[in-house]
């Protein structure tokens, strides 16, 4: 099986995946946006460069720019794993603060090259104007080489075999030398062992590795299963098709409502002042909504669903006379699918999720990561996921809890000192004041 395929420039593959480096971008924090485009982006960059419009392998990610597809997810899942992990845990907490950042780098970099061969391993790429064949030790990044020239690609009879040196040995074309000097020599040492990691490792896996490993197969994985078709079932109700309507209907109907209330007499109301509500408005939807239905500018609703609009008005305008009932009704009509929440368990104390506006309070502008642990702790605390305790001074939360959102106990205890919103942190408890504590679940009277 062989195809002619045309090159993707740098740019053009970068804004293919805007999104996808949007999220690489908020899980560096980089201070600045040089700072990031320096460290990280350039690396995507030149990734860009070495891949351009390759597929990565007959089964996965398979269309042009599929290589490039497959770097950057395994970057973003890597990282996203990293952020949970304890790296450097037998060193001192001074060093830890050190070289956890570099570790993370680390994660990112061997990621982002572990896919360098994989192409090259199922396909032959030659160039169609003079059949020369791409020879990545000698010609360099295949963007470069291949320039804007159609190429020919033809797929091995069988797979080369992997090789790690050979992968590392194209890395240096992605890493820069000056990426890699502020770099402990340990954290060299584990970057270099985790490019293009084993799938299934003997005895000792540094932590590295062992992320990198993960984030490549949940990269096939997620693959996997979007050919498929396989995705996680919906976990909240849909609201139904009168309800949507409904929802829908004053920003459509209010025009036509306007234009039709001046030849109303006026002695309209007066009837439903005098009269039971459930005797009068019964007839006025259905005079309102034909029009609405043959207005030429009207959307063209199906006549089961105007029946449904017109019975639901009806019941509307019956109990419209009761401030309550009618309140109920509004309620009703307003679903709103990613504002339910489950009810299984509710913790004692638990309260919704906290607002900007007290996060701002408490902690102050920034930190994206620490205003979404605070909601998503909250969120797990209110549906009984997670599990904290309120004593004498504050909240209490378990180190082990910690992990599960996406940072380090030390991170949080660090973060929560710069604030002054730390107690103490003691064997596997941190201790939070009472103003941060309340964001995450009410103080019991």
């Known amino acids: 099986m062989s195809a002619f395929h045309r090159p993707i420039a740098v740019t053009e593959l970068l804004a ?21 485009v320096r460290k990280w ?17 007959p089964e996965f990610h398979a269309e042009p720019g599929g290589a490039f597809r497959a770097s950057i997810e395994s970057t973003f899942y890597a990282m996203r794993l990293a952020g949970g992990q304890k790296f450097a845990a037998d060193m001192t907490s001074e060093k830890r603060r050190r070289l956890e950042p570099q570790y993370i780098y680390a994660v990112f970099l061997a990621a982002a090259c572990s896919s360098l061969d994989e192409p090259c391993r199922h396909f032959e790429f030659s160039r169609a104007s003079d059949n020369a064949q791409w020879n990545p030790a000698a010609h360099g990044a295949f963007g470069s080489w291949i320039g804007d020239v159609e190429y020919h690609v033809q797929r091995r009879a069988a797979p080369l075999k992997s090789e790690r040196m050979r992968t590392a040995m194209y890395a240096q074309t ?34 590295v590795h062992k992320v990198v490993r993960q984030a490549m197969d949940v990269a096939v994985e997620f693959e996997r299963k979007a050919q498929r078709g396989v995705f996680a079932p919906v976990k909240f109700e849909v609201p139904s098709a009168v309800h949507v309507a409904l929802e829908l209907q004053p920003e459509q109907a209010a025009p036509p409502a306007a234009s039709q209330q001046p030849p109303q007499p006026a002695q309209a109301p007066q009837p439903a002042a005098s009269t039971p509500a459930a005797d009068v408005p019964a007839p006025a939807p259905v005079e309102t909504a034909a029009p609405q239905a043959s207005a030429p500018g009207a959307p063209q609703l199906s006549q089961s669903l105007l029946d449904a609009l017109q019975r639901s008005e009806a019941q509307t305008s019956a109990v419209a006379s009761t401030p309550d009932a009618s309140a109920g009704m509004r309620g009703a009509s307003a679903v709103d699918p990613s504002q339910m929440k489950s009810s299984s368990g509710p913790s004692k104390g638990a309260r919704p999720g906290p607002t900007d506006e007290e996060l701002n309070e408490v902690l102050g502008p920034g930190s994206a990561m620490m205003r979404e642990f605070f909601r998503a702790l909250a969120d797990d605390v209110a549906s009984g996921k997670a599990k904290v305790a309120w004593d004498e001074k504050g909240l209490t939360v378990q180190k082990r809890l910690v992990g599960a959102y996406g940072m380090t106990s030390d991170t949080l205890v660090e973060q929560l000192r710069k604030r002054t919103l730390l107690l103490r942190a003691l064997g596997n408890d941190i201790c939070i004041v009472e103003r941060a504590g309340r964001l995450i679940m009410e103080r019991p009277e």
């Open 16 to 36: 293919m995946h805007q999104k996808r480096i949007e999220l690489v971008r908020q899980c560096a924090n980089e201070s600045t946006e040089a700072e990031f």
């Open 41 to 57: 982006l350039s690396v995507l960059r030149r990734c860009a460069a070495w891949f351009s419009s390759m597929p990565l392998t």
């Open 174 to 207: 992605v890493i820069a030398p000056e990426l890699l000097s502020g770099l402990d020599t340990a954290v060299l040492s584990d970057l270099f062992g985790a490019i293009n990691p084993d799938k299934s490792p003997q005895g000792f896996e540094a932590l």
